[in-house]
């Protein structure tokens, strides 16, 4: 291995699907301002993430809608207008 190209600060991090409130800790060196009490009664830094294993379609086999943004609510506010139009033609 080349020498000085690691990072140094390897610790202890809990990472935390935002998602289903999945969380699990392992060794890292991500930066973060939060911490989080873990089980074991220490505090440990927390890292936030949007998808883990355990809501990917993927590894779980079925669709989940993940909405953290409020992307569809954001989409039905922008488009209303036009959504309710349709429906009154449609009668």
Request: contains cysteine.
């Amino acid at each position: 291995m080349k020498q000085g190209i690691h990072p140094e600060e390897y610790r202890m991090v809990v990472f935390k699907d935002m998602s289903n409130g999945y969380a699990f800790m392992c060794r890292s060196c991500a930066s973060t301002k939060e911490t989080v009490k873990w089980e074991d009664g220490n505090e440990y830094p927390l890292v936030k993430l949007e998808i883990s294993h355990m809501s990917h379609p993927f590894y779980t086999g079925k669709l989940q809608l993940v909405d953290t943004a409020g992307r569809v609510d954001k989409f039905r506010n922008r488009y209303k207008r036009h959504i309710k139009e349709e429906d009154k033609a449609a009668e």
